[in-house]
T-cell receptor, first 116, second 111 residues
Framework: DTGVSQNPRHKITKRGQNVTFRCDPISEHNRLYWYRQTLGQGPEFLTYFQNEAQLEKSRLLSDRFSAERPKGSFSTLEIQRTEQGDSAMYLC??????????????FGDGTRLSIL | GENVEQHPSTLSVQEGDSAVIKCTYSDSASNYFPWYKQELGKRPQLIIDIRSNVGEKKDQRIAVTLNKTAKHFSLHITETQPEDSAVYFCAAIVSGQNFVFGPGTRLSVLP
């Protein structure tokens, strides 16, 4: 078990471009979460999946953001028409949900996005 | 929905002293409370967690206490060491729902 893996580690792009990040969760984990973290702040929830189903999406999430988990394993997060304010660390986490008891999340190293 | 507050935002202690970080939550249905440590440039790492059916949990120098009536929980680090310096985040979760994190506490342990 190599833990949660995220690619790329860093992404630099010009404003207006589209970017896509990938997250590979711990293999037996059925839940996958995306967060955004800016300097000095806690992780801000974006969206999460149980298997391939997207169960919740933050109300703060612009429609430029979309996430998928087509086969219930890896997930992608796409940001279209990037803006300066999108610059942040994008963290992925996974956990095992078997109900009704929550299990801890395990985080990846994140993808740092810088918009020029 | 759930809202988590965390205090203090920064904390400096002398090596060997204790550090206490407190979090409050709003949703009385929350039943799981993890704490994460994040060193600069690294991923958040789970250090301890507590469920709503217990009031205290200890793991060596780290302990967490939970007061469900007051809706607050605290992280206690004893005999602090320089390697404890990091940002600490609390979180609160309603069963089956997403994790809501506090804004973090930057702990500095001074030699």
């Amino acid at each position: 078990d190599t833990g949660v893996s995220q690619n790329p580690r860093h992404k630099i792009t010009k404003r207006g471009q589209n970017v896509t990040f990938r997250c590979d969760p711990i293999s037996e984990h059925n839940r996958l979460y995306w967060y955004r973290q800016t300097l000095g702040q806690g992780p801000e929830f974006l969206t999460y999946f149980q298997n391939e189903a997207q169960l919740e999406k933050s109300r703060l999430l612009s429609d430029r953001f979309s996430a998928e988990r087509p086969k219930g394993s890896f997930s992608t997060l796409e940001i279209q028409r990037t803006e300066q304010g999108d610059s942040a660390m994008y963290l992925c986490a996974s956990s095992l949900w078997g109900g009704p008891i929550n299990q801890p999340q395990h985080f990846g190293d994140g993808t740092r996005l810088s918009i020029l | 929905g759930e809202n988590v507050e965390q205090h203090p935002s920064t904390l400096s202690v002398q090596e060997g002293d204790s550090a206490v970080i407190k979090c409050t939550y709003s949703d009385s249905a929350s039943n799981y409370f993890p704490w994460y440590k994040q060193e600069l440039g690294k991923r958040p790492q789970l250090i301890i967690d507590i469920r709503s059916n217990v009031g205290e949990k200890k793991d060596q120098r780290i302990a967490v206490t939970l007061n469900k009536t007051a809706k607050h929980f605290s992280l206690h680090i004893t005999e602090t060491q320089p390697e404890d310096s990091a940002v600490y985040f609390c979180a609160a979760i309603v069963s089956g729902q997403n994790f809501v994190f506090g804004p973090g506490t930057r702990l500095s342990v001074l030699p």
